[in-house]
């Protein structure tokens, strides 16, 4: 699958370009300022509908007018689609196939797009929502269901939550805890099955890294290990009580990484975790492409901060994924110019032209 034509209009300071990538790897060059990154949120637009620097989506709108739009045709097995986003008045509209859609989850599923951004190191060094992301991210492409999954869970932890807060009886808080509880299992279930097969993808590439080989990763779901969760919940109920929500639960998963029995946050550089993290995505576009999707990955500005040696391992590992890859960078000659293929695009002041 792969992104065939690209139009983005009053994005940023991108005006008006219509590029057209190629299936491969794709290089995005200019100098500091020039709209490269800006690019790479535009496409992150279409297969999430908001941007990877910030969630005001507003904020994306090229100053001095009222809309921007994205549009893009997408070819995947034979058969092309199109897919485009336009914002204007603080309201998204998003269409897939010429059809208004209302869920972003179905844009996520028609074209999967992930990034690999300066800000990579998060996923090792803060707090657990950013690998319960990566997680779900990827068990949301193998798993069927798990987004609707989710969905019940976080609406009926949402209305426990509310019946903690009211001080209302007992029988009505317990009267979601059977919901919650099914669909914990289920959601707790489902990420472990994934992490499970990710783990058999993970040593296909740590081994190209030394310094990385010993990584573990543990999946932790949220609550006392060994315990079932309806269990725990009502053990739970006084205390959950007197602090007015929900403590517990899959909506409190972390996975643990750790390199050679230390945890990684405490263990590695910041340009290994930058490394560390780009391999666990570069597992999950291989394990998506065992499933037959393919997925289209954002680099941002990532070569100029790793060594050569690296760079070029994960470039290299990158485009064996068969993923189409958007890279950006200021300079040509961080970029590991082999003779395959390769689109070439220059940014200049919002302008993108082709390089032959
Ligand atoms: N809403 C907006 N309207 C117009 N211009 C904007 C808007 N938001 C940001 N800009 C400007 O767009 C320009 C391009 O930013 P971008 O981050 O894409 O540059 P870049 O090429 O990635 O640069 P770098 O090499 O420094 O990462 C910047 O000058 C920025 O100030
Ligand atoms: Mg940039």
């Not at 034979?78 to 269409?95: A, L």
């Not at 517990?248 to 560390?276: C, M, N, T, W």
């Amino acid at each position: 699958m792969a992104i065939r034509s690209l139009e983005v209009r009053h994005f940023r300071n991108l005006k008006d370009i219509h590029i057209k990538p190629l299936p491969g790897l794709n290089y995005i060059i200019g100098p500091n300022g020039s709209g490269k990154s800006s690019l790479l949120e535009a496409i992150h637009c279409l297969g999430r509908g908001k941007s990877f620097r910030t969630h005001k989506t507003n904020r994306l709108i090229c100053e001095g007018c009222s809309s921007f739009t994205v549009l893009g045709h997408v070819q995947q097995r034979g058969r092309q689609f199109t897919v485009g986003m336009h914002r204007e008045r603080s309201k998204s509209t998003i269409k897939l196939a010429g059809r208004l859609i209302a869920r972003s989850s179905e844009l996520t599923q028609a074209l999967p797009v992930t990034v690999l951004e300066p800000g990579l190191h998060r996923l090792i060094e803060e707090g657990p929502e950013y690998r319960r992301k990566f997680l779900d991210w990827g068990v949301f492409h193998v798993e069927h269901g798990f987004h609707h999954i989710w969905n019940t869970y976080r609406r009926v932890l949402a209305q426990r939550n509310a019946a903690l807060r009211s001080g209302g009886a007992r029988a009505s808080i317990i009267n979601w805890d059977q919901e919650l509880v099914q669909t914990a299992v289920q959601l707790d279930q489902a990420r472990q099955r994934y992490l499970t097969d990710l783990m058999k993808y993970v040593p296909i590439y740590s081994q190209k890294f030394p310094d990385l080989t010993a990584v573990r990763i543990t999946y932790q779901r949220g609550w006392r290990e060994g315990e079932a969760y309806a269990d725990y919940l009502a053990a739970q109920y006084v205390s959950d009580k007197e602090r007015g929500f929900t403590q517990f639960g899959p909506h409190r998963a972390d996975l643990r990484i750790r390199i050679q029995g230390v945890d990684a946050r405490e263990y590695l550089s910041r340009g290994q975790q930058k490394v560390l993290v780009a391999l666990l995505v570069l597992a999950q576009c291989e394990q998506m492409r065992m499933r037959d999707t393919s997925v289209v990955v954002l680099v941002d500005d990532l070569p100029s901060e790793l060594d050569t040696e690296k760079r070029n391992i994960l470039m290299q590992s990158l485009t064996e994924t068969g993923a189409q890859i958007f890279l950006t960078g200021t300079d040509r000659s961080l970029f590991p110019l082999d003779n395959s293929e390769h689109g070439m695009f220059h940014v200049e002041q919002g302008r993108v032209h082709v390089i032959d």
